[in-house]
């Protein structure tokens, strides 16, 4: 019953319940269900136009490691996310600049993104630093 309201408000273009349903697709749609997916990425495409932060990080990781790869994407929301102050994205980027995804290497400015992101509070961040 929550999918079909969220369905409806996700239509209604609201972006909390765009992102929500989103991840409901995602999580309960068997894997071969390419309309639905498609379905899910377009929804969290929109919220995270509309400014959600979370959307934006669920994108950049997703872009990350989906089952279609799409590195220079990726990095684009966790950029995002980043800018909105969301610490594991800024970790994510540093991740990015770390191996080069979406990105050329560039350890200089992973170091500067994992101070960030560890000054925010991450944890994996420090570790990374150290």
């Known amino acids: 019953q929550a999918a079909f309201y969220y369905c409806h408000a996700a239509s209604s273009r609201h972006p909390m319940a765009q992102y929500r349903y989103a991840r409901y697709l995602l999580c309960h749609t068997?894997?071969?269900?390419?309309h639905r997916h498609q379905e899910a990425v377009t929804f969290l495409e929109q919220a995270a136009v509309a400014g959600l932060t979370e959307a934006q990080a669920y994108l950049g990781v997703f872009y990350l490691r989906g089952l279609q790869p799409n590195e220079e994407r990726g990095l684009k929301y966790l950029l995002l996310a980043a800018k909105s102050g969301d610490a594991q994205s800024r970790?994510?980027?540093?991740?990015c600049y770390e191996k080069g995804l979406g990105?050329?290497?560039?350890?200089?400015?992973?170091r500067r993104h994992y101070r960030e992101s560890a000054a925010a509070g991450n944890r994996s961040a420090r570790e990374r630093l150290r």
């Open 91 to 95: 970790y994510h980027v540093g991740v």
């Open 30 to 34: 068997p894997g071969n269900n390419w």
């Open 103 to 110: 990105v050329q290497q560039n350890l200089a400015e992973a």
